[in-house]
């Protein structure tokens, strides 16, 4: 969730604005390492989101999802 608000900070702040802004391949590459959430998580019982929100994999998708981005995305 951190990294959601962060990303978009620095979209908006780049300039960037999907109003304006004519649809490219725009890529969204994310370095992460530690999840302090899957800890803070793992002393309850798993339900359907538990996965997609702790997979490190799915971050960069989850952002480029958000914005609508269809270039190549990289976590």
Not at 9 to 17: C, D, E, K, P, T
Not at 37 to 61: D, M, Q, W
Request: proline share 4%.
């Amino acid at each position: 969730r951190l990294l959601m608000e962060v990303a978009y900070q620095a979209v908006a702040q780049s300039g960037y604005f999907l109003d304006e802004t004519p649809k490219a391949n725009v890529g969204c590459y994310i370095g992460a390492c530690a999840v302090d959430y899957e800890c803070n998580v793992a002393c309850h019982k798993p339900n359907a989101f538990s996965s997609t929100g702790n997979l490190r994999g799915l971050i960069a998708g989850k952002i480029s999802h958000y914005f609508g981005w269809t270039g190549p995305g990289l976590t």
